[in-house]
């Protein structure tokens, strides 16, 4: 029997979660893989400096990897775009940080805006080359990052001017403000 109007959205948000969750699981699966490897070759020595355990570690990698992939699920049709493509990406590795922050603060201080600020930093650090990096893998570069890629003389002329303007004007704010290095203001 057809789908209906109404049925095929669902089964569409119904098969981009499952590829959410599939890919968040198979690289849980890769990350437990190397701990267990490390913990074979090492003992519980790297976990205990980190304040962790080994099963505690493989339950972040699943939980993180099963709740990215829930997200990267719901925004799944975003990846067609580059900026889409980096924001799953994000969203992707965001439950892993959030995660990590978790075990390393007394539950009394999970929910603090520090540790969802380190967690989104780090996914920013991470998830968003990711993301690019895949979006590349499946399109061809938009002119504008082909012209950085492949620089013109002029594109090189502009970087360096548009960098030399913008660390000197900060290396004389700094000067200025009273907080340059000593003999150099």
Partial sequence: MPA????????????????????????????????????????????????????MTVALYYGAG?????????????????????????????????????????????LTGTNFAEAALLALMVGVPVGAWIWFDDNAPPPWIQALLNPSALTVAVAWVLCLVLSGGSYLSSCHGGRGIGHLC
């Fill in 66 to 110: 099963f709740v990215g992939g829930i997200l990267l699920g719901l925004v799944w049709p975003l990846k067609r775009w580059f900026l889409g493509s980096a924001l799953l990406g994000m969203l992707g590795v965001f439950p892993l940080y959030l995660g990590a922050s978790f075990l390393m603060s007394p539950p009394s201080q999970w």
């Fill in 4 to 55: 209906t109007g109404r049925e095929r959205p669902l089964r569409v948000l119904g098969a981009n979660l499952a590829k959410g969750v599939a890919l968040g699981l198979f690289v849980a699966t890769g990350l437990s893989l190397y701990v267990t490897v490390l913990r074979v070759g090492s003992g519980p020595g790297p976990f205990q400096r980190l304040d962790t355990t080994y099963p």
